[in-house]
């Protein structure tokens, strides 16, 4: 990230500790900042002719907060959330059900003034971008809020996209898009490959992206990430739902998704006790191969009912997705007999901000109707044995996945070599397997040999301290909940 963009990232994240005293979230500070930048972006371009975006009525607008501190502030802050909130198009997405967490009238003026002195709208699109990016990485790496979970490491997806290749006129779907992550990538890859004429960058902004998110808050960063880098033309490309419940009936060239860890959907019901308990859904869809409460699983049906014939999908799947029984061998059967699935990523540990979790990206081409199997071939690429990432010190980049791309060959991925990581396993083997599992493995990790093997001494001593950074983080974060919640009983 250039000098200047992490710089102010810096000094937006340096405010956000102070907040913490107050008992504000990290996601709760970055949601306040989505709100108060999109009202000052707004306010630089109100004017400018056909951009609905801008639309926002002058007594909700940014000049309303900036010339008020103390109560009214607040009174007028709380007003805004809620009379946009009611919109529809982006404002209604990045301001539905929108709230005030921040209850010192002084710090959110301090606020309203650190976004007040930019011009925003002078940064240029890449800076913005960069500096919202920087801020939804950092409230990922805060993992005891739970918002890793909606981050996909950008080197993987970037990798991804790389090997899917997309092209100018090509529909995009995220059933799972968590802060639109495979949106940018794709539409970065999309502009620094083709020459796109007047038309093309017109359907890229509008038509190229169609997301779904279950979850408002991860909605509104989404879709202000969105706007950042000039995707949408004010409308929101990004429904608030469960992308399971039902097929939309729209149909997309490219599917690429990374769907919530964990195995269970599931919502709360509040009994006649007044009791919240969790219970599990199980969708009932005619277009699915077997119904389950497995999550993972219904996704991976989801986005092949999501795909066109001839399209191509790529999705991160957990291992109990690759060798489950019961309903998991029934949709693999079904997968490999009406689709190519070609390619399997085994990704390693420690690249997630969920701990422990054991992914992979598995790769398929829609295809029409047949009596005979599409699949005939499966290429999976070892990236997980003997291999080992942090998410701080030892983080995941580029260069990593680079052997994977060179292997997928994406030019001709009819036209591929074995290697030690890389290799093919014809149908025949696939279905003979038990459960016809694909969870398949051949490199020997070294780990597991004797004493002598161990990763490095410095590989386990960063593995240590990011554990420890964790736990610190989650002390630190009970601690600001007691001290929040003993601040507002004292008042």
């Known amino acids: 990230m250039p000098v200047e963009s992490s710089n102010i990232v810096q000094r937006f994240w340096n405010f956000c500790h102070v907040l913490r005293d107050d008992g504000v979230s990290y996601g709760d500070y970055v949601e306040q900042l989505t709100y108060l930048l999109f009202l000052k972006m707004a306010d630089e371009k109100a004017g400018r002719p056909g951009r609905s975006v801008d639309k926002i009525p002058e007594v909700y607008g940014w000049q309303s907060l900036v010339k008020l501190s103390g109560d009214a502030l607040e009174v007028q802050y709380r007003r805004i959330l809620t009379s946009l909130g009611k919109g529809d198009g982006v404002l ?70 790389q090997c899917i290749r997309p092209k100018p006129g090509q529909t995009i779907c995220d059933p799972a898009c968590g802060t639109g992550g495979f949106f940018l990538a794709a539409h970065d890859y999309i502009t620094s490959h083709y020459q796109l004429d007047r038309d093309q960058k017109k359907a890229l902004r509008r038509d190229t992206f169609r997301g779904w998110e279950i979850v408002d808050g991860v909605a509104r960063l989404c879709v202000m990430n969105l706007f950042l880098h000039g995707i949408g033309d004010g409308q929101s490309l990004v429904t608030v739902a469960d992308s399971l419940a039902r097929d939309p009936g729209d149909r997309f060239h490219i599917i690429m998704t990374n769907p919530p860890f ?34 993972q699983l219904n996704f991976l049906q989801h986005v092949n009912t999501l795909c066109k014939i001839h399209g191509q999908v790529a999705i991160v799947v957990p291992d109990n997705v690759l060798f ?12 490999l007999h009406a689709c190519d699935v070609h390619t399997l990523l085994r990704l390693p540990t420690g690249i997630f901000y969920a701990q422990g979790v054991k992914a992979n990206v598995l790769f398929f081409d829609r295809k029409p109707a047949s009596e005979v199997p599409w699949t005939k071939r499966l290429w999976i690429y070892d990236l997980r044995t003997n291999k080992h990432f942090t998410l701080r010190t030892s983080t995941m980049r580029d260069d990593d996945l680079q052997d994977f791309v060179q292997c997928y060959n994406p030019e001709n991925r009819h036209e591929r070599t074995e290697t030690e990581r890389f290799r093919a396993f014809d149908l025949e083997a696939l279905l003979a397997r038990d459960k016809v599992s694909l969870d398949i493995f051949w490199l020997k990790d070294d ?45």
């Open 92 to 161: 209604g997405t990045i301001f539905r059900k929108a709230q005030n967490k921040i209850q010192d009238p002084a710090k959110l003026r301090r606020l309203v003034s650190m976004i007040d002195i930019e011009n925003w709208s002078g940064l240029g699109l890449d800076i913005k971008a960069e500096i919202y990016e920087g801020l939804l990485q950092k409230n990922a790496e805060e993992v005891k809020g739970g918002a890793g979970q909606y981050f996909t490491p950008r080197p993987l997806i970037r990798a991804i996209v």
């Open 262 to 295: 964990g195995k269970k959907s599931s919502i709360t019901v509040v009994g006649e006790d007044g009791k919240a308990a969790r219970e599990s859904i199980t969708y009932e869809r005619g277009d699915f191969w077997a119904t389950t409460s497995n999550k």
């Open 324 to 335: 489950e029984g019961g309903a998991g061998e029934t949709v693999r059967r079904k997968l």
């Open 447 to 491: 780990s597991l040999e004797d004493s002598a093997n161990l990763p490095e001494p410095s590989v386990l001593a960063s593995e240590i301290i990011d554990n420890l950074q964790v736990a610190l983080q989650q002390f630190d974060g009970i601690r600001g909940a007691l001290n929040g919640e003993n601040g507002r009983e004292e008042s």
